[in-house]
């Protein structure tokens, strides 16, 4: 498939250039494409002509002619020479929405259109042109005419025509009528983005990019549509099993286990969803289709969780601005996908504390710890960087735990729903796959605990223990002595989210000698700190 060109031009202002338009240099450009990155779904080329060569992004082809401009406007006809699919307009334009159907509109060869001109609508003028394949003889047949006049000469269809509202002039739409469904606002003359105070100028108009940074914990979906009330964003990273509910386009998928990322994947698509651009991994087991990178910010010694991986990779490998974390609040609440408590999360606030300063400045969040010691993002801050309209952090309550204790066992086919899952640890259970359960495991019913009679119980609790349970005991401790009693302790899990098979797995990956004997949190440690000695190396 062709791909799409979005294009404009830049030079340096001389005799002919008209005082309005003396303001231009490499911000405008970078603020013209991050709105149109924003705001298309599809890959596309971003293509400059400019007089000379300019400090800008790798990914903004310069095409360079010396003496561009010298001729006045009409060098504007020069990208028509392109001959492709292509999106013409110049640096003062402002991308306000979604313009994947422009985009579909030129790469399906639609008519060449043209907005009308605001002040004699029934002539176009050029504040955007949709211009489909196969219009290089505009540029070609081009003899010197005013850039307006010479485009007028070729058939074409009024874009005002064929999507109402959408593509609009500020002094001759919004100015009047407002904002509205506009997707592209084009400025003429006087008065230019800069100029202006607006809104949604600040929201939509941005030299500076940002990463919207989610994270696995409770409440992510409301974070996520709250961020994305305060301006729209150039990234999107998810870390670990979020990445399988984010609807929209996915730039970066990290994770500190990479043995899991095929089956997040699959649950990713089977959600309907669209590949990640990226996957960005760090650890053992990297699927071909991965990319093995360092997890942590220079100067960063231990882990910080893969959330504060995620904001890495964000700012470093994406090259982001500014990050905006949600669903990553670093407090001992549970996950989006259970009921479960995350007991670790305080023992990482250490590895946050000492992010350096340059790093610190450029992150905020929507919720808890860091929240509280990033402060929350703002409309301006997303804007613009700027601190002016910040509000005091808030401050850190503590944060409600869970009161569900998981006393007993469900053996479940895996994958697992969501629903499932929150459903049986509302319950009490914890979920292990199927394939590990007992020949004498039942079904968990829907109105009952699934367990055995108490007498039943007592029986195996004493065979197994050798002891029998005092007479007294009620139902609830007699289910988790039974449930204890049953585990295979392979399956017992530790504080780190590992279970002891999954442990000496890896310690035995590692040529790192332990004894089976030990305390499961003991390995635990000496797992962690082998793994830690390891990525150092």
């Given at each position: ?8 031009l ?87 929405g ?27 003028c050029?504040?955007?042109?949709l ?39 500020y ?6 009528h ?45 974070e ?32 500190l ?22 996957y ?16 942590r ?18 700012l ?89 204790k ?61 002891k029998a ?36 797995a ?32």
């Open positions: 498939m062709t791909e799409l060109v979005v294009a404009t830049l030079w340096e202002p001389n005799a002919k250039s008209l005082r309005f338009s003396q303001c231009y240099d490499e911000a405008w450009v970078r603020r013209l494409f991050n709105g149109f990155s924003r705001n298309l779904s599809i890959d596309f080329r971003k293509v400059l002509y400019t007089d000379r060569q300019r400090d800008l992004p790798a990914d903004i082809e310069q095409i360079v002619i010396p003496g561009l401009g010298q001729s006045g406007y009409a060098d504007c006809i020069r990208p028509y020479e392109l001959n492709q699919p292509m999106i013409l307009c110049g640096l003062d334009t402002v991308v306000t979604n313009v994947d159907h422009l985009a579909e509109y030129v790469l399906a060869g639609g008519q060449y259109a043209l907005p009308r001109d605001p002040y004699t609508p029934s002539q176009a050029n504040g955007v042109a211009a489909p394949a196969g219009m290089a003889r505009i540029a070609a047949e081009h003899d010197g005419a005013n850039d307006m006049v010479h485009v007028r000469r070729y058939p074409h269809a009024f874009i005002d025509d064929v999507f109402p509202g959408q593509v609009v002039s002094k001759g739409h919004v100015e009047l407002g904002i509205g469904d506009a997707r592209i606002v084009y400025f003429h003359g006087d008065r230019k983005p800069h100029q202006l105070g607006d809104a949604w100028i600040a929201k939509h108009w941005r030299h500076a990019k940002t990463a919207l940074c989610l994270g696995g914990a409770d409440g992510v979906e409301k996520w549509k709250a961020a994305l009330e305060l301006g729209s964003l150039d990234y999107v990273v998810a870390c670990n099993d979020v990445g399988a509910i984010w609807p929209g386009r996915l730039d970066a998928w990290v994770t286990h990479p043995e899991k990322m095929a089956g997040w994947r699959e649950q990713r698509r089977a959600n309907g969803h669209p590949d990640a651009k990226r960005l991994v760090h650890g053992d087991y990297v699927p071909d289709w991965a990319e093995l990178v360092e997890f910010f220079p100067g960063q010694g231990d882990s910080g969780s893969s959330g504060l991986f995620t904001a890495k990779a964000a470093i490998d994406l090259g982001a601005d500014r990050a905006v974390l949600a669903g990553i609040p670093m407090v001992r609440s549970s996950h989006f996908f259970d009921a479960v408590q995350w007991e670790a999360a305080g023992g990482y606030r250490a590895v946050w504390e000492a992010l350096r300063p340059e790093y610190c400045a450029r992150i905020r969040s929507m919720s808890g710890w860091t929240a509280h010691f990033f402060g929350p993002p703002t409309t301006e801050w997303l804007a613009t960087g700027s601190t002016d309209a910040d509000v005091p952090a808030p401050t850190l309550e503590s944060t409600r735990m869970s009161k569900v998981l006393t007993k066992i469900a053996y479940e086919p895996h994958p697992v729903s969501l629903e499932r899952k929150r459903e049986l640890n509302a319950k009490g259970y914890k979920i292990l796959d199927a394939r590990f359960a007992p020949a004498d495991a039942k079904p968990v019913a829907d109105d009952v605990d699934g367990y055995p009679s108490d007498d039943e119980m007592r029986a195996v609790i004493e065979a197994t223990t050798g349970p005092h007479h007294k005991t009620g139902r609830p401790k007699l289910i988790e002595q039974y449930v204890a009693a049953k585990a295979d302790p392979q399956d017992e899990t530790a504080s780190n989210g590992l279970t002891r098979r999954e442990i000496e890896d310690l035995t990956g590692m040529e790192v000698e332990f004894d089976p004997a030990d305390k499961l949190d003991d390995l635990a440690a000496l797992r962690d700190l082998s793994r830690e000695e390891r990525n150092k190396a």
